[in-house]
């Protein structure tokens, strides 16, 4: 049974372009969670989606973050005109629709750095 | 949110038995207490979860006083690939998103 898949493992983008950041989560979950760590910091929660919902985004920031989770295919946290201070290790997690609380299962993150 | 708080940081040796102290003195009656551990570049893996008492797993125990306000994970006879970083999270069991804290840096050493 395979994990939270993460991809890409790494990133490079320069300042103004746009990052893609794919999530697909374990096999029959069916909601995802998005979280991002900077540097030497823990991790901070962006954003909760069900399929074709988002349920809580009070923790991405109000421009050039979005997040979808479409009915196919996987989670997609996109960055448009990405700054330098959006570097950081991005991490998704995932859950099934019934599940102890507190406990979801983390793929291994997407590094964002930008020149 | 109850707010956590925990040592920055910890050392021990191989072997021994590491007790990580987290305290939350505003838990309220829905939350569960979590841990999870992160190794360097990688997710957060879930350890252990517990509401009361002492819960026990391959992995670790937890104990938890009966105000709550506090609790211990307990890692038994520690390795090298035990250090990490260990984060004590009170969970709301009504909602689903984690609040993450700095969590404890654990250093094994030989």
């Known amino acids: 049974n395979a994990g939270v898949m993460q991809n890409p493992r790494h990133l490079v983008r320069r300042r103004g372009q746009e990052a893609r950041l794919r999530c697909s989560p374990m096999?029959?979950?069916?909601?995802v969670y998005w979280y991002r760590q900077l540097p030497e910091e823990g991790l901070k929660f962006m954003v909760y989606?069900?399929?074709?919902?988002?349920?809580?985004e009070s923790g991405m920031p109000k421009e050039r973050f979005s997040a979808e989770f479409p009915k196919e295919g996987p989670s997609i946290l996109r960055i448009q005109q990405v700054v330098r201070g959006d570097s950081a290790a991005y991490f998704c997690a995932s859950s099934p629709r019934d599940r102890e609380a507190g406990e979801l299962f983390f793929g291994e993150g997407s590094r964002l750095t930008v020149l | 949110l109850a707010k956590t708080t925990q040592p920055i940081s910890m050392d021990s040796y191989e072997g021994q038995e590491v007790n990580i102290t987290c305290s939350h003195n505003?838990?309220?009656?829905?939350?569960?207490i979590t841990w999870y551990q992160q190794f360097p570049s990688q997710g957060p893996r879930f350890i252990i979860q517990?509401?009361?008492t002492k819960v026990t797993n391959e992995v670790a125990s937890l104990f938890i006083p009966a105000d709550r306000k506090s609790s211990t994970l307990s890692l038994p006879r520690v390795s090298l690939s035990d250090t990490a970083v260990y984060y004590c999270l009170v969970v709301d069991g009504r909602y689903s998103t984690l609040t993450f804290g700095k969590g404890t840096m654990l250093l094994v050493s030989p």
């Open positions: 096999k029959g979950h069916s909601h």
């Open positions: 517990g509401y009361k």
């Open positions: 505003n838990i309220a009656t829905n939350d569960y």
């Open positions: 989606l069900q399929k074709e919902n988002i349920i809580d």
